[in-house]
């Protein structure tokens, strides 16, 4: 499956933005796509994920009550909406796809096989 992320941008703190990941090629139900990030200086870090045949999601803390993960399966497109948006939540966000992940291993970038190319956020007033 070949992943497309953008809608990244410019956002004061407190804002919101929505990116989007399109994927391509396939998308099996028992797939998990996921959103990871990677600020400067910093390793990439998990952020969210669900299973593109439904029913599981994950959440890092940090974004717990701020984004959402979502999919639109008529368009084939993950969605990240990100409310309330800090300064540190500024970094490259990567969309990613993985077959049959089980739930526990949604956050673990080492088995991830598909990314996008990055979409850059930045929080700043």
């Known amino acids: 499956v070949q992943l497309q992320a953008y809608g990244g941008g410019l956002v004061q703190p407190g804002g919101s933005l929505r990116l989007s990941c399109a994927a391509s090629g396939g998308t099996g139900s028992d797939n998990a796509l996921a959103w990871f990030r990677q600020a400067p200086g910093k390793e990439r870090e998990f952020v969210a994920a669900?299973?593109?045949?439904?029913?599981?999601?994950a959440y890092a803390d940090s974004v717990k009550g701020r984004f959402t993960i979502s999919r639109d399966y008529t368009k084939n497109t993950v969605y990240l909406q990100m409310n309330s948006l800090y300064p540190e939540d500024t970094a490259v966000y990567y969309c990613a796809a993985a077959q049959r992940l089980i739930f526990s291993n949604f956050g673990v970038p080492s088995l991830y096989t598909n990314w996008g190319q990055g979409t850059e956020v930045t929080v700043s007033s």
């Open positions: 669900l299973r593109w045949g439904g029913g599981r999601y």
